[in-house]
């Protein structure tokens, strides 16, 4: 019985809200399930995905927040 935990960061444009939308939970959903019957051969059946949405200040990389990892990626990419 494989259990598969996706996790995103939620950037809506409200507090609370979610840029991911039902539809493309459903095809995360759809796609990690047949991905897992493809490759192990586990029944849609058996597979449960779980989709959590993670406010943006929990969320880091590189050793610091991820909007000021992404703001430091942006100013490296427009520095000549």
């Known amino acids: 019985m494989p259990y598969v935990?996706?996790?995103v960061t939620r950037?809506?444009?409200s507090?609370?809200?979610s840029?991911?939308?039902p539809e493309q939970k459903a095809a995360l959903i759809q796609g990690v399930s047949q991905l897992l019957l493809d490759v192990m051969g586990k029944p849609l059946n058996s597979t449960f995905v779980v989709i959590d949405e993670v406010e943006m200040e929990n969320?880091?990389?590189?050793g610091v927040p991820v909007q000021e990892y992404r703001e430091r990626q942006r100013q490296a990419l427009t520095r000549p």
């Open 5 to 7: 935990n996706i996790k």
């Open 59 to 62: 969320w880091g990389v590189g």
């Open 15 to 17: 507090p609370g809200a």
């Open 19 to 21: 840029a991911t939308t």
């Open 11 to 13: 950037e809506g444009t």
